[in-house]
């Protein structure tokens, strides 16, 4: 069975400041990971994936994760807090052996503090 | 072009009644999903539906029934509806074959039962 994992509800980052919004994965076969990103009010906005290839992926608003197999992980991180971050965000993984079902975790909320 | 399109939009029930959610999504991906988003629990997994003709249970299909009409078309029904269905009801649909592979949502839909 697949699961995903957000360990932190919230995160709270200084305007400016590196942030780092962490993910940890479960599945029997090889992953299909995303971010996703849900501001108040709003429907869910894809940010990146990682389906194969390089391990660092890149997406949209400046934002990157980090696809770490060992450690079963995929961090989304941005170099440089903007204010208008703020909102929710999910990660999600796909069993490249399932049949297409795809979990999320039960997201984080990040704070980007002026 | 409308992408995943859901209705209704808001729908308030009594306890015991019955109604359908339709989505629909006019780019001809062979995956739909059905989510629903609580506060703190994330977005969880009701059904999904890998191809026309097919249906396979999520993380929490218990008191919902789902219909894929077509490629196109994908139905929740409530039969029997509980005031633990509260909730922002979210369709999506992907294609791993032929597409990008990731999640296109729809607006919601929030369902309150009295």
């Known amino acids: 069975a697949q699961s995903v994992a957000q360990p932190e509800d919230q995160v709270n980052v200084a305007e400016g400041n590196p942030l780092t919004v962490k993910c940890t994965y479960s599945v029997s076969g090889n992953p299909y990971l995303f971010w996703y990103v849900q501001y108040p009010n709003r429907g869910l906005q894809f940010l990146l994936k990682y389906i194969t290839g390089d391990n660092l992926v890149k997406g949209s608003y400046g934002f990157e994760a980090e696809f770490n197999k060992s450690q079963t992980s995929f961090h989304l991180k941005k170099p440089s807090a903007l204010v208008s971050d703020s909102a929710l965000y999910f990660c999600?993984?796909?069993?490249?052996?399932?049949?297409?079902?795809?979990?999320f975790g039960k997201g984080t909320r990040l704070h980007i503090l002026p | 072009n409308a992408g995943v399109t859901q209705t209704p939009k808001f729908q308030v029930l009594k306890t015991g009644q019955s109604m359908t959610l339709q989505c629909a999504q006019d780019?001809?991906?062979?995956?739909m999903y059905w989510y629903r988003q609580d506060p703190g629990m994330g977005l969880r997994l009701i059904y999904y539906?890998?191809?026309?003709?097919?249906?396979d249970k999520g993380e929490v299909p218990n008191g919902y029934n789902v219909s894929r009409l077509n490629k196109r078309e994908f139905s929740l029904r409530l039969e029997s509806a509980a005031p633990s269905q509260t909730s922002v009801y979210f369709c999506?649909?992907?294609?791993?074959?032929?597409?990008?592979?990731?999640?296109?949502f729809g607006e919601g839909s929030r369902l309150t039962v009295l």
């Open positions: 999506a649909s992907s294609d791993f074959r032929g597409g990008t592979g990731e999640l296109f």
């Open positions: 780019m001809n991906h062979n995956s």
């Open positions: 539906s890998a191809s026309e003709g097919t249906t």
């Open positions: 999600a993984v796909r069993d490249v052996g399932g049949y297409d079902k795809i979990i």
